[in-house]
């Protein structure tokens, strides 16, 4: 597997990798990363794949694959994507999610300190 170059996210924000790795590490991958086949000039698919949306946590599984934490063979949970544009997925994913209201965030990290989880990443998010 190969990250995409139709990706539509090159500015670097946010949660950085290595604390998307330590979540996943923690509570496991949440959210499937989305694959599209790769053709050859016949068009018949070669059996490799390109990531045009889930970079992030590709990148993520992969150092955690590199500090000994997972298992190079670990299954992922993709969704296999081959109509519309590898833009569009990658468009649609970044654009589409709506950040929690600071309330309603606020809340939760309350609940879930009230429940005696005080070790919560605070920034921890998909992309």
Request: some cysteine.
């Amino acid at each position: 597997m190969e990250l995409s170059q139709s990706n539509v996210r090159h500015v670097k924000a946010g949660v950085s990798i290595e604390e998307l790795a330590e979540d996943i590490a923690r509570r496991t991958l949440l959210s499937s990363i989305t694959v599209r086949p790769v053709l050859d000039d016949s068009g018949a698919e070669t059996g490799m794949y390109t990531i045009p949306a889930g970079g992030r946590r590709f990148r993520a599984l992969e150092l955690l694959v590199k500090q000994k934490r997972m298992n190079k063979t670990a299954l992922v949970p993709c969704i296999v994507r081959t109509d519309g544009l590898a833009e569009e997925d990658s468009l649609a994913e970044n654009v589409q999610r709506a950040p929690l209201h600071p309330l309603d965030q606020f809340r939760a990290f309350q609940a879930m300190r009230d429940k005696g989880h005080g070790h919560v990443i605070p920034n921890a998010a998909i992309d």
